[in-house]
């Protein structure tokens, strides 16, 4: 079946333990990108990357890194957590070319206490 | 910047028409798409329109695009309590990225 695969669903850390949420596509995608979605702001992209070893700044990169070493896989790393990063991620891919729409993972809601 | 809005909160009636309007400011986008999110899950892909198209129908969805305003709409006829969700509106630009709207959040009463 193809889909987008996050993990973990749920977490919850503390200020300044480093995290990493993984994000895994089975579609041979070249696109990916991970949001954040927040009560009022919508989806924020974080970061994207167009193929591999390719990743760009969305609009909230701050305190966020990722990498993009397979084609598969991207995952989202918070070096140091702080609390202003709870939210309700997703991760995301398409194909280039075309119409390709964008299809997301189930979301991971991260606590940061 | 590239910006699309969308009302917050829509309310209607069961077996009503719900319409969820978007705007969107990148002249050079290629595909302008709708999402449904429901509770506790990630977006579905509703339907999309090119934007040489004026107008899609699938069912009971509709979309408008008025390209000289940049507005974008849903249509969905006969609202059921099973279309209570978020809908998002998202532009593709500069070839291949993605912008979303706030979504909007639709409340289907009985």
């Known amino acids: 079946e193809a889909q987008v695969t996050q993990n973990p669903r749920y977490l919850i850390t503390v200020t300044g333990k480093k995290l990493t949420v993984t994000c895994s596509q089975n579609?041979?995608?070249?696109?990916m990108s991970w949001y954040r979605q927040d009560p009022g702001l919508g989806l924020r992209q974080i970061y994207y990357s167009m193929n591999v070893e390719v990743t760009d700044k969305g609009d909230v990169p701050e305190g966020y890194k990722v990498s993009r070493k397979e084609k598969r896989n991207f995952p989202l790393i918070l070096e140091s957590p702080s609390p202003n990063q709870t939210s309700l991620y997703f991760c995301?891919?398409?194909?280039?070319?075309?119409?390709?729409?964008?299809?997301f993972g189930n979301g991971t809601r991260l606590t940061v206490t | 910047g590239e910006d699309v809005e969308q009302s917050l909160f829509l309310s209607v009636r069961e077996g009503d028409s719900s319409v969820i309007n978007c705007t969107y400011t990148d002249s050079s986008s290629t595909y302008l798409y709708w999402y449904k999110q429901e509770p506790g899950a990630g977006l579905q892909l509703l339907t999309y329109?090119?934007?040489?198209?004026d107008m899609k129908q699938d069912q009971r969805l509709t979309v408008l695009l008025n390209k000289k305003d940049k507005h974008l709409s849903l249509r969905i006829a006969d609202t059921q309590t099973g279309d209570s969700a978020i809908y998002f509106c998202a532009e593709m630009v500069y070839g291949q990225n993605f912008v979303f709207g706030p979504g909007t959040r639709l409340s289907v009463l009985p």
């Open positions: 995301a891919s398409s194909s280039q070319g075309g119409n390709s729409p964008l299809h």
């Open positions: 329109i090119f934007s040489n198209m």
């Open positions: 579609m041979n995608h070249e696109y």
